[in-house]
């Protein structure tokens, strides 16, 4: 589990161009790697002294605000990226009172028990009784039972 934790924190995330480490701690982590096969960062660490190697310490954490600020962009630009995305995929459906449709059945995972992958995933049919502006709809089955408001989606 921890091996799982320290790749997660140490491995370069896209929707924030760094690191989870990194923006917690405002410097990129020394793998254990690093100490086997000396890395250039290393190298110059250990030839500084402890007020030297403060200095660059103080830097990082003064800018760890500004890197934070640039991941939380870059995270919202992505984000934005991924929306357009799926949109471009999202059929808009609107239905007039009267016509007739089919319903997602809730819970959508229904028991292997019952007929497993082979049963419907749908109820219905279902008229619909009254559309509301935001996408919602009142349904009302063959019985004359009522069922919603429900999303337009399901």
Not at 60 to 65: I, K, P, T, Y
Not at 102 to 123: H, M, N, Q, Y
């Amino acid at each position: 589990m921890q091996e799982a934790l320290w790749a997660y924190r140490t491995t370069h995330r896209t929707p924030t161009q760094a690191t989870p480490c990194s923006l917690v701690y405002g410097v990129e982590t020394v793998l254990p790697l690093e100490h086997q096969i000396p890395s250039l960062r290393l190298a110059i660490q250990e030839g500084l002294t402890k007020k030297e190697n403060a200095r660059p310490c103080l830097e990082e954490l003064e800018s760890l605000d500004e890197k934070r600020l640039e991941a939380q962009q870059s995270l919202e630009c992505y984000q934005a990226r991924l929306s357009r995305t799926f949109n471009k995929k999202v059929r808009l459906r609107s239905f007039q009172v009267g016509d007739q449709v089919l319903a997602v059945r809730r819970p959508i995972i229904t028991s292997c028990k019952s007929g497993g992958k082979f049963t419907s995933k749908w109820d219905g049919p279902y008229v619909v009784q009254e559309a509301y502006s935001s996408g919602a709809y009142k349904l009302v089955n063959t019985d004359g039972m009522r069922i919603g408001p429900i999303n337009g989606k399901f």
